[in-house]
């Protein structure tokens, strides 16, 4: 199998995710509208809130809006790592995964090929929300809008590989709606999204103990230093970490004679 | 040669940054001390104890001496900016709180709040040489920059009174909005810039006619209006734009010094009360009373950089540069 063969597919897989992000416009809308709305509807009545201690990386006291513009951005990379595995329901519904699962390269790499395209479809659309953020008066540094990169390819590769890993749970199309309720709400508002961790110690030392331990935390608080052109390398590890577990995890999913196919009769 | 250029280089490098380096001065009220903060670098560099509830701040012309009302020892004490050891104290009258120095550097001007009076201290001679009876809890009080006008607001009585500083007598009152707390003249005299802390507004008096040429009114998006409590004010020798702060808003607006529209609010500490200037205008510094820190903002992007904390009750705040 030469690189092209591996080349070729990738350029398949994620040319394919990406006309499909381009060519729906709709979704490419209310991808963005969500977190939007959070922005300027939610956020707008917490003005005040917060502004009591300063965490790092911030050096100074901040309005609620700018605390959850990486919250927000953690958002987007969730709900973009749940809609491109629910894509693969669909796929496997629909059959064309049986085309791409039959094709000769190994299946790490188609996975990872697909978790590929659907994070190069979140990091577009997170850097659309930075762009109006910035017309909102939610500023960071320069360097920051370049180090969230990396930081959005990582946090994305993890909250994708944490859907592909439910997708091979689910048989059906249906059967994703409770999931989705199950594990994005609770993994959101569980986390140092909304709030950040001294603030949820306040009131629950339990609940801010599940929060710090929600990869979905360490993904945001990643984006947030990122952001602010720091280096968090606890929640660097964490995510890395958690990627690997969630994409082997899937990987053996995956798996015709071993995982969870084995046990829904197949693709 | 080599050795040559990198020791020339090193001087140079040490030159320039010992003439960026500029040292903040902040009263803490609680800690009866006084922090040192060097802003470049971000750093609280030193607390020296100074007396019994330090509030106002004031630095020499030289920059060589630092006055600070230490209210509970009833005096005013003087403090070489160099050694930071105290090198004399002046006769204040009671609880002294603010006070302000003619721009000579040979007058010092005290608000007395109990005793309704204003002490009159020849610094040289360190003694008290006159007291002026004016209204009722006398607070903000500023000396004109040509040295014409001693104007000082009394928090109760709600006037600015005139003091003319060749006779030391009230020349004129001007009646303003409820408990006006700070005031500060336009480098070029002007205009007098006097905040009311109840009504929160900012009130601009023409020096000529002393009457309020302007009233505005201060608000903060989404702060009830009852905390918007306009405290210290300060304006660039330009006239470009003037900094209010708001107290327990948390927040210092600017204004437009010339079209008087507040063009922004800037979120700072808890309870903001004083500011002051870097020397070359591009900075601003803030104390903020109950979140125990200052905060630098940087004028030319109007945004809070940094909030350091420094001690108990930050109160007055003095640059050195």
Redesign the interface.
Known sequence: MSVLHYWRALWGIVGRELWRFVTQRERFISALVRPLVWLFVFA?GF??AL??A?SPPY?????YEVYITPGLIGMIQLFNGMQSSLSMVYDREMGSMRILMVCPLPRWFLLLSKLLAGTGVSVLQVYVFLGIAWFYDI?APWQGYLWVLPALVLSGLMLGALGLLLSSFIKQLENFAGVMNFVIFPMFFMSTALYPLWKMKESSAFLASLAHYNPFSQAVELIRFALYAQYNPYAFIYTLVAFLVFMAAAIVGYNPSKGMMMKKGGA | MTKKILSYGLWALLLASTAQAETVFVTLEKDNALAVVDPIA?KLTATVPVGQRPRGIAISPDNKLLYIATSDDNTIRIIDTNTLKEVGKLPSGDDPETFALNPAGDRLYVSNEDDSRVTVIDIAKKKAIKEIKVGVEPEGITVSPDNQWLASASETTNMVHWIDTKTNTIVDNTLVDPRPRAMSFTADSQQLWVTSEMAGTLMILDVKTRQIIKTIKLEV???TSDKVQPVGVVIDSKRGKGYVALGPA?RVAVINAQTFAVENVL????RVWNLAFSPDQKRLYTTNGI?NDI??IDLDSA?????LGVGTYPWGVAVKP
């Open positions: 707008a003005r005040a502004g009591l300063i050096e100074t006291y901040i309005l500023h | 971000g998006q989404g702060v948390n979120l700072v500490g808890q979140s905060s630098i945004t809070v950089t940094k909030s």
